[in-house]
T-cell receptor
Framework: GAGVSQSPSNKVTEKGKDVELRCDPI?????LYWYRQSLGQGLEFLIY????????KSGLPSDRFSAERTGGSVSTLTIQRTQQEDSAVYLC???????????FGPGTRLTVL | QKEVEQDPGPLSVPEGAIVSLNCTYS??????FMWYRQYSRKGPELLMY????GNKEDGRFTAQVDKSSKYISLFIRDSQPSDSATYLC????????????FGRGTQLTVWP
């Protein structure tokens, strides 16, 4: 079946611009997660959705970062006024209800010039 | 101190070798333990999943969890060049508590 999909696969933007990253989870997966992976680093948790609500936003690094999920499906991560330190691969994952195994998408590689 | 520690390597072994990868952690609340494999410029792919202490085997892969020592391992037998990737350990406190906690990943190269 279809896995987690993310778009765009690559995004190059200028410092100060806003960007939107999209995640389409596996159908039927109620939980959705955003992580960030910087060069040589492990995955850094950003935010977790259960349905359309976000019980854990503790990983968002600043108020420039926000995310929403609509219809219990697609999620959008928005970064406002991008900075060079925002350059990373942004990964989305989803999981079935009450299951810990998370399935990842291919990621969006963000480069801020 | 990070909650999950993993030696980043790199690790380079000949084809057919037994590979041992490991992670240590500090939070005794972790109950679920996973290993992910990540090829270059791809998303992580779930490889092994274990609950609490014990061993789990799947083909050439064996995952071990020792909760008393807060130590988990992944063994790869008869390693192949196609096993060349970054291996990430991950763990969580439970299914209702969301996020995974990851190690930095170990970069493995298996040369023919």
């Amino acid at each position: 079946g279809a896995g987690v999909s993310q778009s765009p696969s690559n995004k190059v933007t200028e410092k100060g611009k806003d960007v939107e990253l999209r995640c389409d989870p596996i159908s039927g997966h109620t939980a959705l997660y955003w992580y960030r992976q910087s060069l040589g680093q492990g995955l850094e948790f950003l935010i977790y959705f259960q349905g359309n609500s976000a019980p854990d936003k503790s990983g968002l690094p600043s108020d420039r970062f926000s995310a929403e999920r609509t219809g219990g499906s697609v999620s959008t991560l928005t970064i406002q006024r991008t900075q060079q330190e925002d350059s990373a691969v942004y990964l989305c994952a989803s999981s079935e209800p009450l299951r810990d195994t998370q399935y990842f998408g291919p990621g969006t590689r963000l480069t801020v010039l | 101190q990070k909650e999950v520690e993993q030696d980043p390597g790199p690790l380079s072994v000949p084809e057919g070798a037994i590979v041992s990868l490991n992670c240590t952690y500090s939070n005794s609340a972790f109950q679920y333990f996973m290993w992910y494999r990540q090829y270059s410029r791809k998303g992580p792919e779930l490889l092994m999943y274990t609950y609490s202490s014990g061993n789990k085997e799947d083909g050439r892969f064996t995952a071990q969890v020792d909760k008393s020592s807060k130590y988990i391992s992944l063994f790869i037998r008869d390693s192949q060049p196609s096993d060349s990737a970054t291996y990430l350990c991950a763990m969580s406190r439970g299914s209702t508590l969301g996020r995974l906690y990851f190690g930095r990943g170990t970069q493995l190269t298996v040369w023919p």
